[in-house]
């Protein structure tokens, strides 16, 4: 009797591609749960829970990405100082204005895993507030998130 074997795929077996996406006008968690998709690998047949095989996202237009509701207003970010009673918290509609990348940046890492692999995850994924990016040498294949679903994206 043979024995079936599953076979485990290692990063270097995986097509590492990189991907340029434009967030214009695009919501912002629906653009987030995309992003988390691809740089954790979960669109790709060779998906791995504890390999790191997703591929590297390029966003551009960061500071054009849409809040639905009055997320503007109400979503707060906190961090803590260290210090006693040094909690702070800043809108979303400030660190919008302040840090446009930050606030997308915010919303990936919280829906990938915690821990080392998410943090090596993490780091394919480049942000950029403006329209220029520094990443034309990799050729990214522009993906287009809008076209998937008409929820995607939001006119003002």
């Known amino acids: 009797m043979t024995m079936k074997t599953t076979k485990t795929l290692k990063p270097a077996d995986c097509d590492i591609k990189w991907y340029l996406i434009d967030a214009t006008d695009l919501v912002l968690g629906r653009l987030a749960s995309q992003i988390a998709m691809i740089i954790r690998g979960k669109n790709k047949p060779c998906y791995s829970p504890t390999q790191d095989c997703g591929d590297y996202v390029v966003i551009v237009n960061a500071d054009k990405i849409q809040l639905t509701g009055?997320?503007?207003?109400?979503?707060?970010?906190?961090?803590?100082?260290?210090?006693?009673?040094?909690?702070?918290?800043?809108?979303?509609?400030?660190?919008?204005?302040?840090?446009?990348?930050?606030?997308?940046?915010?919303a990936v890492q919280r829906m990938v895993s915690r821990g080392n692999l998410?943090?090596?995850?993490?780091?394919?994924?480049?942000?950029?507030a403006g329209a220029e990016h520094t990443h034309q040498a990799q050729n990214p294949t522009v993906l287009d998130i809008a076209g998937k679903n008409r929820k995607n994206k939001r006119s003002v």
């Open 70 to 106: 009055r997320k503007l207003e109400q979503k707060e970010y906190f961090h803590h100082t260290g210090y006693i009673g040094g909690i702070k918290g800043i809108t979303a509609g400030k660190l919008m204005q302040e840090k446009p990348e930050q606030v997308l940046y915010k």
């Open 118 to 128: 998410g943090r090596q995850q993490m780091t394919k994924l480049r942000i950029f």
